[in-house]
């Protein structure tokens, strides 16, 4: 098991590796001026060039990878060009290891936006994990038990209803009648842990938390019953049941086990996506979290900032998928030998 977690952590690494070098490539390498962006719509050549000499645009590609490489495990200064510190030293900004970059319209290491905006979307997103996976994996469980009876149907028809509605309506659904037309609920508010306590603060998520989770749990509803029905027709289901099992020892500890492979699997991909794929709920929301960050960075050309959230979210992906490598093991043993 150690050497198959091993092998997997090594891979990734590899793949951390060379993703930030495409990214690079893709954002720096083509025919766009990224100073000119990073200076604004207003700069005249010279403070062009200056931005690029700053932010060390106006090295090689490779060059700059292997900065931005190095920055991440020492940390760099910026400006990066050492005449420039020299001049100016009140200038000088430090970002501390793993430095992501700078943005110039911000006048903030891209940690430090990272650092703002990553709780929100986290805790959006935790929130919604744990509801989208209890309800989803329950539900779809239960249809499959009842399987051909007026509840399997309903259960059935009600998560493809949830599934045909976009997160914007159901966002603005639950904002306009539940919390402000009907009263029924506070309008939700980022209140972190820190300034208003647990409660507060998985009060203002409901709302955010629930829209962003329906989406997912309709899915899960469908594929927790498919895998279910699926394992439940195997031929070792048989032979636990003419054993004598009990019906809910062979549902959960055989045929449910069994069905949680490829859960995982979607599990370990949503949970990566929805960290930056919540920029819907979060601006319904008025959450200002990655998602809001990245239209923001967007709208500016920071590619400072858009470098950064490309890595540390594609860095969630591949993390996500060692995760659930070595959680296959665990499941089924027969996967530490591939």
């Not at 997997?8 to 495409?22: E, K, N």
């Not at 049941?241 to 086990?257: D, S």
């Not at 319904?284 to 923001?296: I, K």
């Not at 709208?299 to 591949?318: H, K, M, Q, T, W």
């Amino acid at each position: 098991m150690f050497a198959f977690a091993v092998r997997r952590v090594f891979v990734g690494v590899l793949m951390l590796i060379a993703m930030s070098l495409v990214v690079f490539i893709l954002f720096f390498a083509g025919p766009v001026d990224a100073a000119k962006y990073a200076c604004g719509q207003k700069c005249n050549q010279q403070a062009i060039d200056a931005t690029a000499k700053s932010l060390g645009f106006d090295k090689p590609v490779v060059e700059q990878w292997g900065s931005f490489m190095t920055g991440l495990v020492k940390g760099r200064e910026y400006p990066l060009d050492p005449e420039m510190r020299k001049a100016a030293p009140e200038t000088v900004t430090r970002c501390d290891a793993p430095c992501l970059g700078y943005s110039v319209p911000d006048q903030q290491t891209v940690n430090e936006e990272l650092a703002n905006s990553a709780p929100v979307s986290i805790s959006l997103a935790v929130f919604a994990i744990i509801v989208w996976l209890t309800f989803g994996i329950l539900l779809g469980v239960l249809a499959a038990v009842v399987k051909g009876t007026l509840l399997d149907r309903g259960i059935v028809g009600f998560s493809l209803l949830l599934y045909a509605f976009p997160t914007f309506f159901i966002g603005a659904l639950l904002l306009k009648f539940v919390a402000i037309k009907w009263d029924l609920y506070p309008v939700p508010e980022y209140v972190s842990i820190a300034d208003g306590g647990i409660g507060q603060w998985a009060t203002n998520l409901v709302l955010p938390g629930i829209t962003l989770a329906v989406f997912y749990m309709a899915g899960y509803v469908r594929m927790s019953r498919a895998f279910v029905l699926e394992s439940m027709s195997e031929d070792y289901i048989r032979t636990a049941r003419a054993k004598g099992l009990k019906g809910r020892t062979v549902l959960f500890k055989h045929g449910l086990r069994a069905a949680l492979t490829p859960l995982v699997s979607m599990a370990g991909l949503d949970i990566a996506a929805v960290l930056g794929g919540a920029i819907i709920t979060e601006d319904v929301f008025n959450f200002y979290g990655l998602g809001r960050l990245a239209v923001s960075a967007s709208r500016n050309f920071d590619l400072s900032i858009l470098v950064g959230l490309v890595l540390v979210l594609g860095a969630l992906v591949i993390v996500a998928n060692i995760i659930v490598d070595i959680l296959y093991a665990f499941i089924d043993p027969r996967v530490r030998v591939a």
